[in-house]
């Protein structure tokens, strides 16, 4: 049986998982101006993969005996990952405030890591998230001009 942190930490990736895709989907309908084409494709590719990657963390929340919780409630008071404001935003400042949103989420998932040493299931699992939140911030902090 896993220790009592690995429900809470898998939980906290979940909410910030969950509340990262819903900001992408937000600024996906609402990106203008230059690059707005691409920057509208990539972000629904942000979308896929985040949304996969909360729902096996959720998976394994409820496999370690854990009770996954999205509701928009439990997201909105628990996310640590910044809101973006309503309206028509340009695609380069999507592009580095998401750069942004995605490595700190990323960060905060890492930090933990350590915490879960004696639960190799769900830290291989969360350092696949990292890995893969790494590469979509790179991703998108190559389009920000040096």
Known sequence: MPAPQ??????AALVDL????LLAKQAHWNVRGTNFRSVHLEL?????????????????LAAVGGSPDGRAATVAATTNVPT????????????????????EA????????????????????LIEVVAG???AAWMLRSQIEP
Do not use: C, H, Y
């Open 44 to 60: 629904d590719e942000v979308i896929d993969q985040v949304r996969v990657n909360s729902d096996d963390v959720a998976e394994r």
């Open 18 to 21: 969950i509340d990262l895709s």
């Open 106 to 125: 990323s960060r905060r998932i890492e930090e933990k890591l350590t915490e879960l040493d004696t639960d190799m299931p769900s830290q291989d699992l």
């Open 6 to 11: 690995t429900n809470a930490i898998l939980q």
């Open 84 to 103: 973006i404001e309503p309206g028509p935003v340009a695609a380069p400042v999507v592009v580095s405030e998401f750069a942004k949103r995605i490595w």
């Open 133 to 135: 939140l790494d590469k």
